[in-house]
C-alpha cells in the first residue's frame, strides 16, 4: 500500500488518559504534517515535521500535545491527559518535499469518554 | 489568521446537473487545492493549481486559480451519484508565518438525487 497509513482507525480513550496516533507516510516522502478535523469543519493544522526535527507547530496547543517524527518509524501525535475537547479526527499527510500538494491517510478517530 | 469562505454550504442536485462551487480568500495565495472527503475516509486531492489564471481539468471535474489570487472555482459536470461526499479548498502561501501550512475552507457537502 503506497498511501498514507494511519493507526488505530478508531481510538477510545476516557478523560485523563493518554493518546497515542502513529503515521507512516508515503513511500519517499520524508515531510509529514496533523491536522484536526471537528465534525462539519475543514482541517485545521497543528504541525508540521521533516525526519527529526519539527518544523512548525504554531498549531498545536502548548500543552498536553507533542509530536515527533524519528528517524526510524512512524510519526506520532501524542495527546497526555485527553478532555473531551480532543475528541475529533486527526489527519496526517505527506509530502515528498515541504510545499503541496499532500496527500491525507484516512484518520484517526479519537473519542474521549 | 487566514481564512477561507466556501460556497454553498450544500447542495442537493438532480443526477445529469452541473455543479460550481468556490472559495474566496482575504489574503493571497500561491497554490490553490481542491479534496473530496466521504464518510470515514481522509481528503483525496482532486485538482491542483499553481498559477494564477490556471485552468485545469481532471475528467467531469474543471478548476481555476483566480486572477487575483483570492480566489478558486470547482466545476462538476453531469454529475453521476459517486460524486456525493464534501468539497475542500485549500489555500497555499509560499511566505511569511505559517508557510507551511494548507488553510482550509469548511466544505461544500454534495447530495446528488438519481
Known amino acids: 500500500n503506497a498511501g498514507v497509513m494511519q493507526n488505530p482507525r478508531h481510538l477510545v480513550r476516557r478523560r485523563g488518559q493518554e493518546a497515542r496516533l502513529r503515521c507512516s507516510p508515503m513511500k519517499g516522502h520524508s515531510h509529514v504534517y496533523w491536522y484536526r478535523q471537528l465534525p462539519e469543519e475543514g482541517l485545521k493544522f497543528m504541525v508540521y515535521?521533516?525526519?527529526?526535527?519539527?518544523?512548525?507547530e504554531s498549531g498545536m496547543p502548548k500543552e498536553r500535545f507533542s509530536a515527533e517524527f524519528p528517524k526510524e518509524g512512524p510519526s506520532i501525535l501524542r495527546i497526555q491527559q485527553v478532555v473531551r475537547g480532543d475528541s475529533a479526527a486527526y489527519f496526517c499527510?505527506?509530502?515528498?518535499?515541504?510545499?503541496?500538494?499532500?496527500?491525507f491517510g484516512n484518520g484517526t478517530r479519537l473519542t474521549v469518554t | 489568521g487566514q481564512q477561507l469562505n466556501q460556497s454553498p454550504q450544500s447542495m442537493f442536485i438532480q443526477e445529469g446537473e452541473d455543479v460550481s462551487m468556490n472559495c474566496t480568500s482575504s489574503s493571497i495565495f500561491n497554490t490553490w487545492l481542491w479534496y473530496k472527503q466521504e464518510p470515514g475516509e481522509g481528503p483525496v486531492l482532486l485538482i491542483a493549481l499553481y498559477k494564477a489564471g490556471e485552468l485545469t481539468s481532471n475528467g467531469r471535474l474543471t478548476a481555476q486559480f483566480g486572477i487575483t489570487r483570492k480566489d478558486s472555482f470547482l466545476n462538476i459536470s453531469a454529475s453521476i451519484p459517486s460524486d456525493v461526499g464534501i468539497y475542500f479548498c485549500a489555500g497555499h502561501s509560499n511566505s511569511g508565518a505559517g508557510s507551511y501550512q494548507l488553510t482550509f475552507g469548511k466544505g461544500t457537502k454534495l447530495s446528488v438525487i438519481p
Open positions: 515535521l521533516q525526519k527529526e526535527n519539527i518544523i512548525d
Open positions: 499527510a505527506s509530502s515528498p518535499g515541504g510545499a503541496p500538494p499532500l496527500h
